[in-house]
């Protein structure tokens, strides 16, 4: 119960972190699109509205050019003709007025005032001479609306309201501001800009502010995220639909990660990091004598997930480029557990490891001639190497050759299938054919002659190597081998691979295979085959 309320959870936590990663994902996506889209909204507005603003100054400037003859600054009928063709020439001014002693006196379109319009105190200066009214009425009930004012030093613009002002849109917030020696709000939603400021951003929605390069004026402009997503809904739909398919699809790639860490591959390079490998021993018989003259010693991995198998874990160490750490790394366990064994034999006890085709290099052949293996007297050290035609015939003679030099045999091994070399075989400097089980595990009296494996003795007596016949798993097998002459067998019918301690048991007791009741088969069957190669 508690394993799988274990399994439950995980698959809980799994699911819900790819759910919520995928929230999270989709949000950052709606949060970027739409400050996107919004913010070019925003800018588009805003950067029209400077342009407004700026066209408004440059039209004031040019005027007030145009008026600064003294005689021109009076409220005479002549003056104010002149002043209403400058109303009516520049878009944007709604009248101009002319100062009196104490304040306006006359504008273009009222005429002359009844008094004159004394400037009130609400101004923001912007200049020495100059000052705006945000909003600024010259008569009470004139039935005209009141409009921002910008005086100079003799005359005063109003002007009409701007674009943004008229606009009906109410999904976006707005201010324009005189950014002199403190910020002071000419139209809008007072307060954005000291907001925006302080906060760096906002956080009610999305603002946008442009600033002109020739005046002291900036706009805001800023859509409240309930505006926002308002207009924008159809973005939130289309997201949510992602959002469960995004989160489907992390459920299962996370799950699938999880798993991946359970590979062949991860698990055999977590081993090999971390030294997880172990050795068995699978006994070498002299089929002559049936007693064990040496073992192979075989690569073993089994971690949490169970046992990984060496046409599993091999592959990966060579993808990977680990073989010379590998192979030295596993020879050192072969020694050591091997050490402890009784050997009173005239020879020595032969010690069969396994080597990659790329282990055929100088660096192995350094490895081994310093390892104390070779200089121990009760054993025989063999590399048992598979032919591959990735090594040159030059390379594959001139490192065998060295290992020879150092007191090693080698053993052709996986011999009858895949890559092989007949030249190589003549090498005076090998010592074994390791025929491989496929050829031999079918092995009977009755077809052992007339299998291809009956002409592999041959091969071997031509080239002067003798035969370790691997995979006799049956006393028929036995029986085959023996009639074929191969001088060594190995396999499952003498003993599977044991832990070192298991094997050296074994050899302790001195155990023989074809000897009593069993040696009396293996003659029955040879002797069947005598008189079937005679009828």
């Not at 018989?285 to 003259?293: E, L």
Request: proline content about 4%; hydrophobic content about 40%; aromatic content about 8%.
């Amino acid at each position: 119960m508690r394993r799988i309320a274990l399994v439950t959870l995980k698959a809980f936590l799994i699911s819900s972190s790819a759910w919520l990663l995928a929230a999270a994902l989709c949000v950052v996506a709606a949060y970027l699109y739409l400050n996107r889209d919004v913010t070019l909204e925003n800018s588009y507005i805003a950067s029209q509205t400077i342009r407004d603003v700026e066209s408004i100054s440059s039209k004031i400037n040019t005027t007030s050019m145009a008026l600064s003859d003294p005689s021109l600054q009076n409220c005479s009928a002549s003056s104010r003709r002149i002043l209403r063709g400058h109303v009516f020439e520049n878009s944007g001014i709604s009248d101009i007025g002319i100062y009196g002693e104490r304040g306006v006196a006359c504008t273009a379109m009222i005429g002359n005032l009844p008094a004159e319009a004394i400037d009130p105190d609400n101004y923001i200066p912007i200049t020495e001479n100059g000052r705006i009214w945000p909003s600024r009425d010259l008569l009470e009930d004139d039935g005209i609306d009141s409009s921002l004012a910008i005086a100079t030093s003799q005359l005063i613009y109003f002007i009409e309201p701007l674009p943004i002002e008229e606009s009906q849109d109410s999904s976006f917030l707005w201010e324009i501001v005189y950014t002199g020696d403190s910020p002071y709000t000419i139209s809008g939603t007072e307060g954005l800009y000291r907001n925006f400021t302080a906060e760096n951003g906002s956080l009610s929605g999305i603002v946008s502010a442009e600033c002109s390069e020739s005046l002291n004026v900036c706009i805001l402009v800023m859509r409240p995220w309930k505006s926002i997503l308002g207009q924008h809904y159809v973005v939130l739909i289309v997201l949510s639909l992602v959002a469960l398919m995004l989160g489907f699809w992390l459920s299962s790639l996370i799950r699938w990660l999880l798993d991946r860490s359970t590979t062949a591959s991860v698990r055999t390079l977590s081993a090999v990091s971390k030294g997880s490998f172990h050795c068995a021993y699978q006994p070498i018989v002299d089929i002559g004598t049936g007693g064990i003259v040496g073992c192979e010693v075989l690569a073993r991995l089994e971690d949490r997930y169970g046992p990984l198998s060496p046409a599993e874990f091999i592959p990966v160490i060579a993808e990977n480029e680990l073989m010379n750490d590998f192979s030295k790394m596993m020879f050192d366990r072969a020694f050591s557990g091997i050490r402890g064994i009784q050997w009173s034999e005239t020879k020595p006890f032969k010690l069969s490891f396994n080597i990659f085709p790329a282990n055929l290099n100088s660096e192995m052949v350094q490895f081994f001639k310093t390892h104390p293996a070779l200089s121990d007297d009760r054993l025989q050290v063999c590399l048992e190497v598979t032919e591959d035609s990735s090594i040159s015939d030059t390379q594959y003679q001139k490192t065998i050759e060295q290992f020879n030099r150092i007191g090693i045999e080698i053993s052709v091994d996986d011999f009858g299938t895949g890559y092989g070399n007949m030249s190589r075989l003549q090498s005076s400097h090998l010592s074994y054919l390791k025929v491989d089980k496929s050829l031999i595990s079918h092995l009977t009296p009755e077809n052992a002659k007339a299998s291809l494996t009956s002409y592999i003795p041959m091969i071997a007596d031509n080239t002067g190597l003798q035969i370790v016949a691997e995979g006799i798993e049956t006393v028929e097998n036995l029986a085959a081998v023996k009639s074929l002459n191969m001088q060594y067998g190995q396999g499952f019918y003498f003993s599977r691979p044991l832990p070192s301690s298991d094997f050296i048991e074994l050899v302790a007791s001195g155990k023989t295979w074809g000897v009593g009741a069993e040696k009396g088969k293996i003659i029955e069957l040879a002797d069947k085959l005598k008189v079937s190669e005679k009828n």
